[in-house]
């Protein structure tokens, strides 16, 4: 997938107000400071789009960009280790819930992983309560570029065994970095297949 088109739409609180679900929607989403917005930047080749920061918690909204015109990408606030009061989190908490339970074209959320560090509980437990819901995802795993090859297989590897506890069946998984682009391809042509088998089932061959 080419991408010739990337622009912001809109920010805002309440996911009853995301823009009308007539195309496919992709939701990014993971700990505080794991390279989300490096990452979205990375694939949409707009060092801007999304803003970055040193502060974990810089993202607050559900944040909506037009890929193309054919399909959403958003850019979910992250969870961990925001410096905000618990209030602030908890509301974070239930809008990022409503928003997942109820958004009917969201195809896919892209679960995303520090590449360095081991399985944290607090992802494993995101991603429970996404299989809980039947809510596909997939997992990527960031900032590959700080370590080494076997480092990452071996990172890769440790979710693996960790998942196959309690998964029958195992989600995507992509190696990603937004320095090198590493995973770019991948991403977008797993996105590209979504969206075509999407099209088929809202316009199927008669």
Same mark, same amino acid.
Request: contains cysteine.
């Given at each position: 997938?080419?991408?010739?088109?990337?622009?912001?739409?809109?920010?805002?609180?309440?996911?009853?107000?995301?823009?009308?679900? *007539?195309? @496919?929607? %992709?939701? $990014?989403?993971?700990?505080?400071?794991?390279?989300?917005?490096?990452?979205?930047? +990375?694939?949409?080749?707009?060092?801007?789009?999304?803003?970055?920061?040193?502060t974990?918690?810089?993202?607050?909204?559900?944040n909506?960009?037009?890929?193309?015109?054919?399909?959403?990408?958003? *850019?979910? @606030?992250? %969870?961990? $280790?925001?410096?905000?009061?618990?209030?602030?989190?908890?509301?974070?908490?239930? +809008?990022?819930?409503s928003?997942?339970?109820?958004?009917s074209?969201?195809?896919?959320?892209?679960?995303?992983?520090?590449?360095?560090?081991?399985?944290?509980r607090?992802?494993?437990?995101?991603?429970?309560?996404?299989?809980?819901?039947?809510?596909?995802?997939?997992?990527?795993?960031?900032?590959?570029?700080?370590?080494?090859?076997?480092?990452?297989?071996?990172?890769?590897?440790?979710?693996?065994?960790?998942?196959?506890?309690?998964?029958?069946?195992?989600?995507p998984?992509?190696?990603?970095?937004?320095?090198?682009?590493?995973?770019?391809?991948?991403?977008?042509?797993?996105?590209?297949q979504?969206?075509?088998e999407?099209?088929?089932?809202?316009?199927p061959?008669?």
């Amino acid at each position: 997938m080419e991408v010739k088109q990337a622009e912001f739409v809109m920010s805002n609180s309440d996911p009853s107000r995301c823009p009308k679900p *007539d195309r @496919p929607e %992709y939701a $990014f989403i993971g700990r505080s400071n794991v390279g989300k917005s490096s990452l979205i930047n +990375m694939l949409t080749i707009k060092h801007k789009l999304a803003k970055t920061s040193q502060t974990p918690g810089k993202t607050q909204l559900i944040n909506h960009f037009l890929i193309n015109n054919d399909w959403y990408l958003v *850019d979910l @606030p992250g %969870y961990g $280790f925001a410096k905000a009061p618990q209030r602030e989190r908890e509301k974070w908490e239930r +809008m990022i819930d409503s928003y997942l339970k109820n958004r009917s074209n969201l195809i896919c959320t892209f679960v995303l992983v520090d590449s360095r560090i081991d399985p944290q509980r607090i992802d494993l437990e995101f991603m429970e309560k996404m299989g809980e819901r039947g809510l596909p995802f997939a997992i990527i795993f960031t900032k590959t570029e700080k370590s080494n090859t076997n480092a990452v297989q071996q990172a890769v590897k440790r979710y693996e065994q960790t998942m196959r506890k309690t998964w029958a069946e195992l989600p995507p998984m992509f190696l990603s970095s937004a320095v090198s682009g590493r995973g770019r391809e991948e991403i977008l042509g797993y996105i590209d297949q979504l969206n075509k088998e999407f099209q088929e089932q809202v316009n199927p061959k008669k």
